[in-house]
């Protein structure tokens, strides 16, 4: 019982991460119907800005406290990865929407590349490591030899997740943007004779799933402390497969998505392998599009000739 | 850096004065600088290295950043001050000279009789002990690349079947012959076919449950199983002896006689002086010889009734199904005959490492094999054939240059370099020629005269 509820914590802190991240996705597969293979990278880009940003304030500036360190961080690499992101879909993907099929993935997978080897070559083969943050444990329960334990970052994770997700579903349920967006999802055509700026709009979903996965690489790089150039790939799968768990196109599916295979994955690696974590996800992901593909909460997906 | 070059409309309209297309494009060009600076401002400004406390300190690049920002300047203020002319109305789709047929083909025959000759020049040039290492990382190396790329065509160039797991079938040749031929001694040219069947079996159950799914579900799930296989690999050691892999793989015979000095050898069969490069020259000859079967069946196969529902379906699947083309059936063969190609690839592979591991099984290898059949043109044999040689042989001569390793350190590796060349290449391909460099279909039946098709008038549905 007691490891049960130490994994259920766990698995809800990672799973926030994927998440925000899958919430990217979602948004992108949403609006227009491509996969962003390059939002695992994005994601990784943002951990290496934030980690560099942290070095920078607290070893150049001398800035001793961490809660400001931690804001400023958190904003700086959403507002720095929403520009990567911004690029990447105006050089990358806009001129592809009426290609063929496969164009735009094929554009994502070589943008994933560049961005994953343009890491290395900036930054190094080495894995990184920052000094452990906010390392404060309280205690929950104790029982049979085994403390359950909750740690700052684990419920600084869960509150920064849970907020931001907050103004995010603030932000597309009230705001005209949200409108706009919602509207483009739904028929963009119709919408741009309505006087959308589809273009526009496109942009700033990309910004926002950037921005989101920013969140989650800012809060990657504080519960494990490590990131290196291939890291992307794994957390960006797993990402994925939560939002197609949840329903590709649905919002609460992707975050719904999110902590389901994060709890899976620690439930899996605390009472099967931890050697196989990764290939319960990937499981997860062929049974989900095989026998289930709009997911959870996704319309389906209606082929019209 | 790529140059943020082609993001903004050019506004200036024709009418307006030289001064203010002049200060237009240093608006723009200032723009591009600030978004160069903001992309590049904590990942290029800093570099995060480690003292010997193993803690994190950051070295400042500022120069570099400097440079990219006004690099970016530069450009876009050319690109924005001097417009080009407007585009003229595209052309027609012109049928395409005979006279370009005739030069593939001709490079076509040019290419085979350089490949026949190369072991032979490379002998002459390095001799027999220096000619070993240009024969195995050039010639073979590149060869195996070109067997993949195009057993990798079939599915993606010819069915449009994006597969991003291909490598786990390529793992699987690899690991029955190095399994058959540790455990049971069985030799190299029993397991190849067996190394094939498996792959293709493989590639059957795979495709079977997934092959319904619209075209990038399908290539994210073959992904997903190209992972799951790769870390059963990694796993599984009581089988595969997980990352330390399997050494000591038989090597390759001259047909039972093996390639050793000694009486029973392949040298002494042939009354030859002993020497370790017979092995490459044959595996060479060998891997040449797989390719130019596998070229073979893949043109002969554009003409069969198969081979052109691969193509039918990669344009329309709807259109398909309504004409009564079995989709699952065809997409199945498409699969199944890439993974058996690739599955005798890897039996090649592990003949010619005589070492297995996990490591040589990773995504990244796919995405590889991906570029090659993307850069070289989907659909083209030509093509892929050339994007191997420039993209694994490239990276491999630069390997070689030691000036490089001078300028760079002794830690230079340019296969991160080549992957980052060719990511960006793959996606201002596809920005700019998305059906390929040689996206010229033939028709295959045709009236009275036949008519080329030029595949970016070629419409498709969403299949």
């Known amino acids: ?305 | 850096m790529q140059g943020p070059a082609p993001i903004f409309p050019n506004r200036s309209s024709p009418d307006s004065s030289v001064s203010s297309r002049f200060r237009g494009a240093l608006t723009e060009a200032a723009k591009a600088g600030a978004i160069m600076f903001g992309l590049a401002f904590p990942i290029l400004a800093w570099r995060t290295d480690q003292n010997f406390s193993n803690e994190l300190y950051l070295q400042s690049r500022w120069p570099a950043v400097l440079a990219a920002a006004l690099a970016a300047f530069v450009i876009r203020f050319i690109l924005a001050a001097f417009p080009r002319r407007p585009a003229r109305a595209p052309a027609k789709a012109e049928a395409p000279p005979r006279s370009h047929a005739i030069a593939a083909r001709f490079a076509g025959s040019a290419g085979i009789a350089a490949l026949i000759a190369f072991p032979i020049v490379m002998l002459a040039m390095f001799g027999p002990a220096g000619a070993q290492k240009w024969i195995d990382n050039f010639g073979v190396q590149i060869l195996l690349y070109v067997l993949l790329g195009w057993g990798l065509n079939i599915v993606v160039g010819l069915a449009g079947l994006l597969d991003l797991g291909y490598v786990a079938f390529y793992a699987v040749g690899a690991y029955a012959y190095a399994l058959l031929s540790t455990h049971f001694g069985w030799s190299f040219w029993v397991c190849l076919p067996i190394a094939g069947a498996l792959a293709a079996l493989w590639g059957v159950a795979l495709g079977l449950p997934v092959l319904r799914l619209r075209g990038d579900y399908l290539a994210i799930v073959t992904l997903a199983f190209g992972e799951i296989i790769r870390i059963v690999l990694t796993n599984w050691t009581a089988l595969t002896n997980g990352d330390a892999g399997i050494s000591s793989i038989p090597r390759i015979t001259f047909f039972g006689w093996p390639f050793v000095a000694g009486p029973h050898g392949f040298a002494a069969l042939f009354g030859l002086k002993y020497a370790p490069v017979h092995r490459l020259i044959f595996l060479f000859y060998l891997v040449l010889a797989m390719a130019l079967l596998v070229n073979f069946l893949t043109l002969r196969l554009r003409r069969l009734p198969i081979g052109r529902a691969f193509e039918a379906l990669r344009e329309d699947e709807i259109a398909c199904r309504s004409l009564g083309i079995d989709t699952v059936a065809t997409k199945l063969t498409a699969f199944a005959m890439g993974a058996a190609i690739a599955g005798m690839a890897g039996a090649l592979f592990a003949a010619r490492q005589n070492f297995v591991s996990p490591t040589s099984f990773t995504f990244m290898e796919s995405a590889t094999i991906l570029a090659l059949v993307v850069l070289g043109g989907s659909g083209s044999q030509l093509g892929v054939a050339l994007a191997a040689i420039g993209i694994i042989g490239g990276s491999e001569l630069l390997r070689e240059l030691d000036g490089l390793k001078a300028i760079f350190g002794d830690a230079f590796d340019p296969t991160q370099y080549r992957m980052l060349i060719v990511g960006i290449a793959m996606v201002a391909m596809m920005n700019w020629k998305p059906r390929g460099l040689i996206a010229i279909r033939k028709p295959s039946i045709f009236l009275i005269k036949p008519k080329p098709v030029v595949g970016a008038l070629a419409q498709e549905g969403h299949g």
């Open chain 1, 1 to 305: 019982m007691e490891i049960f509820l130490q994994q259920l914590i766990n698995g809800i802190t990672l799973g926030s991460i994927y998440g925000l991240i899958a919430i990217g996705y979602t948004m992108v597969f949403g609006i227009i119907g491509m996969v962003n293979f390059a939002h695992g990278d994005v994601f990784m880009l943002s951990a290496f800005i934030a980690l560099i940003l942290f070095l920078a304030l607290t070893q150049l500036l001398g800035i001793a406290s961490l809660a400001l360190a931690f804001v400023v961080v958190l904003f700086a690499s959403m507002a720095l990865t929403s520009l990567w992101s911004f690029m990447i879909e105006r050089i990358a993907y806009r001129r592809l929407r009426g290609s063929f099929r496969l164009a735009p993935l094929i554009s994502a997978i070589g943008m994933s590349i560049f961005l994953s080897n343009l890491v290395y070559v900036l930054q190094g083969p080495r894995n990184k490591a920052l000094p452990p943050l906010f390392t404060e444990v309280i205690k929950v329960t104790h029982g049979g030899g085994y403390d359950v334990t909750l740690s700052l970052k684990q419920v600084l994770i869960v509150a920064v997740t849970a907020v931001l997700l907050g103004g995010f579903w603030f932000l597309v349920q009230k705001t005209s943007f949200g409108r706009a967006q919602r509207a483009c999802e739904q028929d963009s055509r119709m919408a741009a004779l309505l006087g959308i700026d589809v273009d526009r709009t496109i942009s700033l979903t990309f910004v926002i799933g950037a921005a989101l996965a920013a969140v989650a690489g800012v809060l990657y790089i504080i519960y494990y402390g490590v990131i290196n150039s291939g890291d992307g790939f794994v957390p960006g799968v797993k990402a994925f497969t939560a939002a197609v768990l949840g329903g590709v196109g649905s919002l609460p599916g992707a975050v719904l998505g999110g902590l389901l295979i994060g709890l899976i994955e620690t439930f899996w690696a605390a009472y099967f392998s931890s050697d196989y974590k990764d290939v319960a996800a990937f499981s997860i992901l062929a049974v989900t599009l095989i026998f289930m593909p709009s997911g959870l909460f996704g319309r389906p997906d209606v082929e019209k000739v």
